[in-house]
Each structure stands twice: as C-alpha cells, then as structure tokens.
C-alpha cells in the first residue's frame, strides 16, 4: 500500500516554562488507529529519567499524558518521540506512517513548585511555593448550581482580563443572564 506521511505537534511548546499539573498533549495530524504503539514510541523523561504516567486518548488524533505524580519544580521533561516509519493507521487504499520529524526530543521545563489548594467550606485559597505557605486569601467558587467542581486541576490558561459570559455556558433564562469582566482569570 502507498504510504501517507503522519505529523505531530506536541505541546507545552518546547522551550516554555509549565507550572505542576501540566499535561503533556500530541496532536496528530491524521487520526491514530494503532493507539498502543504510538504510545510505544512516545517516551516521557523528566531530567532524563522514564517517567512514569499514563497517556489518556481524548480523541483519535490527541493522545494526552499525565505524568503519576506532579512535575517537581525547575526540572527538563523531554518527550523522546521515535514515530519516523510507524504504522498508525491501514485503510484499503494507504498505510499512514510516522513522518520524518516525528522522531525527535521535545523539551521544556517546569518554574517553580506552586500548589494553590482551595476549600469550599471556608472560601480560602492557600498556595504554596516550593512547599512553604506563602499567602491566604479569600476565593469565590461560583454560583448555586454552577459552583467549580472538587479535585484536581491544571490551569491551563492565565488571562490578566476575561469576558465571562452567561450565554457561553448556555443560560437562556432571560433573568439569568450576565457580562462580566474578570480580572486574573484562569482556566
């Protein structure tokens, strides 16, 4: 079968600076069908050890790794990618393989170690940096019936201003409705 070239992009971007949480993403450019050996050749280091984690496919062409732990603070993680001639898909007319630049190391790095753990009970937000308390502060968690859900998260995406809007989560209750600029916003 004639061959059809597969890119992948992944991010962080390399040479960027990620806080803890962050997953590490691969987007292929054409879908995956053969998910375990594209996960063969995708090999995750953290100062050049093999980490140990887990990738997650949110769809047939992202594939999304959290590492077991959270990222320790100020170290390279390096995606090894060894995808160059690999088969990830047959149809009846091609076989897609690993293009020439999937085989490559991606790096970036992580900043310091902050943790910002929030409890609903009491409102409070303490972060943490490098493992010592550094502030304690008042948070708000949403509304009745839209309050931020418990566990873990990653923020993914900071904003010094956002528009938040009751028609981007669907509200069509005309009483309901609301525009707010939010300063600090994260995702």
Excluded: C
Excluded at 12 to 32: E, H, K, L
Excluded at 72 to 85: D, E, H, Y
């Amino acid at each position: 079968l004639p061959r059809v070239a597969v890119g992948v992009t992944f991010s962080p971007r390399a040479g960027s600076t990620v806080g803890a949480a962050m997953p590490i993403t691969a987007t292929f450019s054409t879908p995956v069908s053969y998910k375990k050996r594209a996960e063969q050749h995708l090999k995750v280091y953290l100062n050049g050890n093999l980490v140990k984690g887990a990738w997650y496919w949110r769809s047939s062409t992202t594939a999304v790794f959290r590492p077991q732990y959270f990222w320790p603070g100020k170290r390279v993680i390096g995606i090894r990618a060894s995808l160059s001639g690999v088969v990830l898909r047959e149809d009846t007319k091609y076989r897609y393989v690993g293009g020439q630049t999937t085989s490559r190391v991606h790096a970036f790095r992580t900043g310091r170690y902050l943790v910002a753990k929030v409890n609903n009970a009491t409102h409070q937000m303490k972060v943490y940096v490098d493992g010592k308390l550094i502030r304690t502060m008042g948070v708000s968690l949403g509304k009745e019936g839209f309050i931020t859900r418990s566990g873990i998260k990653a923020v993914m995406e900071k904003y010094v201003e956002r528009e938040m809007t009751s028609e981007a989560l669907g509200i069509t209750d005309p009483n309901d409705q609301y525009v707010v600029i939010s300063p600090y916003a994260v995702r």
